[in-house]
């Protein structure tokens, strides 16, 4: 298990991808959240296995089809055990 937190910035919100997120993290089969910030950006945390979470992280790199993402931060941390994944305000 393994769990990395991430920033995007770009065009990134009002464009589905926080909905979008919740779907490609449902197929991909891993737990977190993903949410907007007051600066425009789209922060999320995926926890899971290795490759599911690499896949999470891979698709935060373009984001849905209306999405254009100009930069990406990336960062380890600890996992917490979380169980679901969520959309957050």
């Known amino acids: 298990m393994i ?10 919100q009002g464009v589905f991808f926080r909905d979008s997120c919740r779907r490609a993290a449902a197929e991909a089969g891993v ?3 993903v ?3 007051p600066d425009g950006r789209v922060e999320a945390v995926f926890e899971g296995e290795p490759a599911a979470v690499d896949r999470m992280v891979a698709w935060m790199h373009h984001g849905p ?7 990406v931060e990336v960062l380890e941390e600890q996992p917490e055990g979380l169980l679901v994944f ?4």
């Open 3 to 12: 769990r990395r937190r991430v920033l995007v910035s770009g065009t990134v």
């Open 31 to 33: 737990a977190g959240w």
């Open 35 to 37: 949410r907007n910030l």
């Open 65 to 71: 089809p209306r999405a254009t993402v100009e930069h």
């Open 86 to 89: 969520a959309v957050t305000a």
